[in-house]
T-cell receptor, first 111, second 112 residues
């Protein structure tokens, strides 16, 4: 079977750091995506990890461990505008470029 | 910049009506996708297309059909709308050899 798990909701404070976890069980695996989606808007691409390790992009970093079926998105120096849902998605092999999506984690930033 | 547009942001229809949702992308992408998004369920794939006139069913195709007559345009059709099709509908596209998908702004459909 194929399954992706993320926490439903998280709360963090402006200026702090937050880590959003994603675990997956899929039959095969090409890579893992993170998308950001503000309320009522389209998801926008944040990162794509294929290899194990941490990839940093400004305030956002994404980590992947293929052997553990685990990824996280790390957000530093949180700003109010980071309040959004964060979607984890996996691309299985031989999928015609389809993605399997997690339900998303709603991140609430408090002042 | 990739641009994916959808014909309406909000739509209200009555049960039994035929509904057309249109999606247009301007980046010559081969792949196009239709999803619906409901609270707590994440994105669920309805149909996708990897070329003009080609289509494949996703996870939840029942009650929907699609049309791709031109490369840039992918239409989702609800033959006879029902209340359980009230949802946010998102269109996405990607290059043929890539997996990164680019999304339109979404259409929030309410079926009464």
């Amino acid at each position: 079977g194929q399954n992706i798990d993320q926490p439903t909701e998280m709360t963090a404070t402006e200026g702090a750091i937050v880590q959003i976890n994603c675990t997956y069980q899929t039959s095969g695996f090409n890579g893992l995506f993170w998308y950001q989606q503000h309320a009522g808007e389209a998801p926008t691409f944040l990162s794509y990890n294929v290899l194990d390790g941490l990839e940093e992009k400004g305030r956002f970093s994404s980590f992947l461990s293929r052997s553990k079926g685990y990824s996280y998105l790390l957000l530093k120096e949180l700003q109010m505008k980071d309040s959004a849902s964060y979607l984890c998605a996996v691309s299985p092999p031989d999928s015609n470029y389809q993605l399997i999506w997690g339900a998303g984690t709603k991140l609430i930033i408090k002042p | 910049d990739v641009k994916v547009t959808q014909s309406s942001r909000y739509l209200v229809k009555r049960t039994g009506e035929k509904v057309f949702l249109e999606c247009v992308q301007d980046m010559d992408h081969e792949n196009m996708f239709w999803y619906r998004q409901d609270p707590g369920l994440g994105l669920r794939l309805i149909y996708f297309s990897y070329d003009v006139k080609m289509k494949e069913k996703g996870d939840i195709p029942e009650g929907y059909s699609v049309s791709r007559e031109k490369k840039e345009r992918f239409s989702l059709i609800l033959e006879s709308a029902s209340t359980n099709q009230t949802s946010m509908y998102l269109c996405a596209s990607s290059f043929g050899g890539e997996e990164t998908q680019y999304f339109g702004p979404g259409t929030r459909l309410l079926v009464l």
